[in-house]
């Protein structure tokens, strides 16, 4: 049996046809069950639910650049099997995408209207990664998902104390990133000097702050 091997031109177009569907296409299909699912909605009232609202939007933006960043560094990744670790955890951050998606939708709300950029912006920040070695692509995704974890932590001391359903959401999101960073560390991440992991935080607060809104 002989195997194709995806050339580079094909990989990036694949990819361009992902960034469609995720920033502009229809709702991610998730393969596990939400964290959610089975927990009755909270009665909140307009301000409680707004900042919810706000926070799982943040969260969905989130994955969306979760995706955009996985997609990026695997259309360029050197080696088969960092590739391959690449698109498993980004299966995973389609799950996370959907979820954040359902507690949107049950909170009346909607995703940010800037998805599409911050796709874009993200998917060249992981394409730049993963050009410049698979260590230094891996490494990112470990300061990445660093930093994520400690968001989702912030998210869970946030969020208003009656809605279950998304601390639920955001607490499984949270382990999973964890796990994401670890097993990048030991597939031989690096650690990224400085001043990146600064501007990585910065550029964060930036679309925390905005998508937050809008």
Known sequence: MFSRQTSLPDRILSEIERAFGTALGSAPQALRPSPAAGIA??????DARRHAAGLMRVNHTGEVCAQALYSGQAAVARHADTRAQLL?????????????????DALHSR?????????AGSFALGAAAAL???????????ETERQVE???GEHLEKLPAGDAASRAVVA???????RHGKLAQAAGGI????????????ASNVMKAVAYRI
């Not at 995703?111 to 796709?119: A, K, R």
């Not at 650690?191 to 910065?202: K, Q, S």
């Open 191 to 202: 650690d990224l000097p400085a001043p990146i992991p600064t501007l990585m935080r910065f």
């Open 132 to 142: 410049a070695s698979d260590r230094v692509s891996l490494g990112f995704v470990v």
């Open 172 to 178: 499984q999101m949270k382990d999973d990133e964890a």
């Open 41 to 46: 909605e909270a009665d909140l009232d307009a």
């Open 111 to 119: 995703p940010s209207l800037l998805n599409p950029l911050w796709y």
């Open 88 to 104: 498993e955890a980004a299966a995973e951050e389609t799950d996370h995408l959907a979820w954040c998606g359902e507690r949107l």
């Open 150 to 152: 400690a968001h989702l």
